[in-house]
C-alpha cells in the first residue's frame, strides 16, 4: 500500500511538472509546481520514515539458504553449462535445514566446486547436486562422529562423469590424489576449496566411482540449531531533493 501511495504520488509529481508550462501565467505555474513539490517531498520522506520502521522492526527468518545458493551459481555458469551441452539435475531434500557456515564462504564452495565440474569433464554429460540431511546418533563413527557435538549436519552432494582415469580405490581423500594425474588449475581450486570448507567446521572428500566413471564431490556441514533471522537494509533518504520522477522508482529492498 505504502510504495502504491509512493508510485501515486510521483506520477502526481510529473504531471504537474508537465502542467507548469500550460498555465497562462508563468509565474503562477511555478510557484504552483514547487508547492506541490514540496508536499510530494514532505509526504515521501514520511512514507520512507514509515518502510524503515517496519524492516527495523520485522525479523525475516532465514530459510532455504543452501538450495538459493546453489540456483544462484547455477545461473551463473548457464552459458558455460550451455555451451558444453552440459544438462543439471537437483535433487533437494524438502524443509532442508540452516548451515552454520556464513553465506558468502558456502557461496565460494560451490562456485568453485561447480568450477571445476565444468571445466574438468567432457562434454554432453550431467551434472548431479544432491542435498541430504542427517540427525546424529550416538555411537556411530565415520562421518557422523566429526559432527557429533552439533546434533545434526547436512551433505551437498556434487556427481558429474570424469575424463580421467580412474585413480585409487573408490572414497579416496583429496590429499590422495597425485597432483600429476590432474590439471594444475584445477588442483588448486578444489585444495583452496577444502581450506575453505575447514576453517568453517565442515568435511569435504573426494571420490571416483570407478564402475560409473563418476567423481562425487561430498561436503558436509554441521546445522544451524538456532533460528536465524535477518533484516532487510534500511534505505537512507539524501537530505537534498531527489530528482523529478524518482520517487515511483524507489524499491522497498
Known amino acids: ?32 509546481f514547487r508547492l506541490i513539490t514540496k508536499d510530494i517531498e514532505n509526504a515521501d520522506l ?9 524492516k527495523a522492526s520485522t525479523p525475516i527468518r532465514k530459510t532455504n539458504t543452501v538450495h538459493t545458493l546453489i540456483e544462484q551459481v547455477l545461473m551463473k555458469y548457464r552459458s558455460q553449462l550451455e555451451e558444453k551441452r552440459i544438462k ?23 562456485d568453485s566446486v561447480l568450477q571445476y565440474a565444468v571445466f574438468s569433464k567432457p562434454p554432453n554429460g550431467n551434472i548431479e547436486f544432491l542435498t541430504k540431511f542427517f540427525i546424529l546418533q550416538r555411537g556411530v563413527v565415520g562421518v557422523q ?22 585413480v585409487g580405490r573408490s572414497g579416496i581423500p583429496l590429499e590422495g590424489i597425485p597432483s600429476t594425474q590432474k590439471d594444475e588449475a584445477l588442483d588448486l ?20 566411482d570407478e564402475r560409473k566413471a563418476k567423481v562425487i564431490i561430498p561436503l558436509g556441514f554441521p546445522v544451524e540449531r538456532r533460528k536465524v533471522v ?24
Open 46 to 54: 514520511l512514507l520512507n520514515g514509515l518502510l524503515n520502521y517496519i
Open 88 to 110: 543439471t539435475f537437483k535433487k533437494f531434500e524438502k524443509n532442508f535445514p540452516e548451515t552454520i557456515i556464513p553465506d558468502e564462504p558456502l557461496k565460494y564452495i560451490l
Open 145 to 166: 562422529s566429526f559432527f557429533e557435538r552439533y546434533g545434526g549436519y547436512i551433505e551437498i552432494l556434487v556427481v558429474f562423469p570424469s575424463n580421467r582415469k580412474p
Open 1 to 32: 500500500m505504502i510504495l502504491h501511495v509512493r508510485s501515486t504520488l510521483g506520477s502526481i509529481r510529473n504531471f504537474t511538472e508537465l502542467s507548469r508550462e500550460k498555465f497562462g501565467d508563468k509565474e503562477f505555474g511555478e510557484s504552483f
Open 189 to 208: 581450486i578444489l585444495r583452496l576449496v577444502k581450506e575453505v570448507v575447514l576453517r568453517n567446521r565442515g568435511i569435504m572428500k573426494f571420490e571416483t
Open 230 to 253: 535477518f533484516y532487510e537494509p534500511i534505505s537512507i533518504k539524501h537530505p537534498t531533493n531527489p530528482p523529478l520522477g524518482s520517487i515511483p522508482n524507489v524499491p522497498f529492498l
